[in-house]
Structure formats: C-alpha cells, structure tokens
Nanobody, 117 residues
C-alpha cells in the first residue's frame, strides 16, 4: 500500500485547509486511516482516526475544529481543518493500519501545514 498526502500549505490563523490521503494498491477491506502530525522539536502526535465503520476519534486539541472522513470507493481519507491556529503548524502524516487478516501499517511522506499571518 502506498500513501500520498496532499493539500498542505500556508494559511492564516482562523483559516481552513483540507488534506487528502490516497491509498493505492490496497488489497484490504477492513482498515483504519489515521492522521498524525509532528512539529519541529516535538514528537509525532495523534490527530484523528476513522475506522471501516466510520467511527471517528480525535485528539482533544483538534476536537470541534477538525473533521476526518473517508471514501471507501477511492480508498481516500480526508482531514478538514477549520479555525486553524499557529500551534497546528506541523508536518501532517497519513497512516493506514490493518489488523485483519494480519497486522500491517503504512505511512505517507507527509505534507507541511503552516499557520501564520
């Protein structure tokens, strides 16, 4: 499975961005998409996840501002980010995990999000 993220960029505080993650070569029917981010000098942190049943999870820091979704036909995940803050500045990584029939995990190359005036 190969993951390709897009949609990052420079945005002013309070603005919005929509990230996309396309998973190509996916042979699995049950999988979870997750988004992580890593700011300079910080560890990579969990942002959001969406399961095969469309159950979603969010980090407290983004609840109410970010929305994760998926398109199972295109095997694509999205992260709609609203009311962006300077502290959201980071490289955002897409993660794809499978637990059935075996445990597999894949990462994208990351996309830079910069929130600055």
């Amino acid at each position: 499975v190969q993951l390709v993220e897009s949609g990052g960029g420079l945005v002013q505080p309070g603005g919005s961005l929509r990230l996309s993650c396309v998973a190509s070569g996916n042979p699995f029917s049950i999988y979870t998409f997750r988004w992580y981010r890593q700011a300079p000098g910080n560890e990579r942190e969990f942002v959001a996840a969406v399961t095969t049943t469309d159950t979603t999870y969010y980090a407290d820091s983004v609840k109410g501002r970010f929305t994760i979704s998926r398109d199972n036909v295109d095997t694509t995940a999205y992260l709609q980010m609203n009311s962006l803050r300077s502290e959201d500045t980071a490289v955002y990584y897409c993660n794809f995990i499978v637990v059935i029939p075996g445990q597999y995990e894949y990462w994208g190359q990351g996309t830079q999000v910069t929130v600055s005036s």
